[in-house]
């Protein structure tokens, strides 16, 4: 990535089970594992010899502490190699400031939408606020806990979205918006108890969960744009990908005359260039990250903007 905003690779390696279930030092031990690989071949891709590099950027925050120290740890090992600036960013701020540098969206409200964050951000007052969130499950990690109840292997979100295109009828679901927060374990218990009880298809039942809990999103973010009269919806998050909830924000957004705005998908998942683009704005504004210390629970509006 340079100071210009292009992206000259962005390769991934992510951890995956079978069986769906995270183990964190699983998950360190893949990132240990693959770093190497991945570092040299995004050289690769880019054309460039690792000495070109004059700035590292991490994610520092928020996340699992093991694989937040890998990344921390072979980040400040690069760094001091190379005698560049290191810089920590957020993860959350990270997908929205990928996301305005792709889309060209000025001022947008983020609907971040993945396996374990579901939040909604903008920046109001100097920060990046939290106006709403999920108070118990993300809403990946929702569909992927339906998704295996019902058979489907892991990753469960992008099946459950094949699967609900051939749902016909919508079953009435416990849909739970509580002012600006979201809930999606009742509505997970439900659908297990519905499936289990074999009177509706998977098709149904799938088509369903979507479209409820797609609509709770999409009520509190455009409460969130009302709030903070906002006029551009930017969607991150693995979830993002989902046609079904970019189509719904888009028409949300079209009724209320603003717009909506999706990168493509390979910028909606947890990326590389997202940290790095942030970690280029942070550094150009005069940021410096004394502290290395990884922050697993640091919130957006925790963090000074001085780039905006
Ligand atoms: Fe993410």
């Not at 606020?129 to 109840?149: M, W, Y």
């Not at 998050?237 to 717009?259: D, F, H, T």
Request: hydrophobic share 40%.
């Amino acid at each position: 990535m340079d100071d210009s905003g292009r992206v000259y690779s962005n390769v991934k390696d992510v951890y995956t089970t079978e069986k769906g279930g995270l183990i964190p030092r699983d998950v360190a031990v893949h990132h240990k594992n693959v770093y190497q690989r991945v570092i040299d071949s995004a050289l690769k891709q880019a054309g460039m010899d690792i000495s070109e590099i004059n700035l590292i950027a991490f994610s520092q925050a928020p996340g699992l502490d093991p694989s937040l120290i890998v990344g921390r740890d072979v980040a400040k090992k690069l760094s001091e190699d190379l005698k560049v600036p290191i810089i920590g960013v957020n993860h959350c701020i990270a997908h929205l400031e990928i996301g305005r540098l792709l889309t060209k969206a000025k001022d947008p409200v983020l609907l971040y939408a993945s396996g374990a964050n579901t939040q909604i951000i903008a920046y109001e007052g100097g920060k990046y606020r939290i106006f709403g969130e999920t108070v118990d499950n993300g809403i990946g990690n929702f569909l992927d806990s339906f998704a295996r109840h019902i058979g489907l292997g892991f990753p469960g979100g992008p099946k459950i979205e094949q699967l609900a295109l051939k749902g016909k009828n919508l079953i009435e679901l416990p849909y739970n918006v509580k002012g600006m927060d979201v809930a999606f374990s009742g509505m997970l218990t439900k659908l297990q108890q519905l499936f289990d009880s074999k009177k509706h298809s998977a098709e149904d039942l799938a088509f369903s969960a979507q479209e409820t809990a797609f609509a709770m999103l999409v009520e509190v973010s455009e409460r969130a744009m009302a709030h903070t009269d906002k006029s551009e919806l930017l969607i991150g998050g693995g979830v993002g990908c989902n046609k079904r909830l970019q189509e719904m924000c888009r028409i949300m957004c079209k009724e209320r005359g603003a717009e909506f705005f999706a990168p493509p998908n390979e910028y909606l998942t947890d990326n590389g260039a997202m940290i790095a683009w942030t970690g280029i704005v942070m550094h150009k504004s005069g940021v410096k990250t004394k502290a290395l210390d990884i922050l697993p629970h640091q919130r957006t509006d925790q963090v000074e903007v001085t780039w905006r």
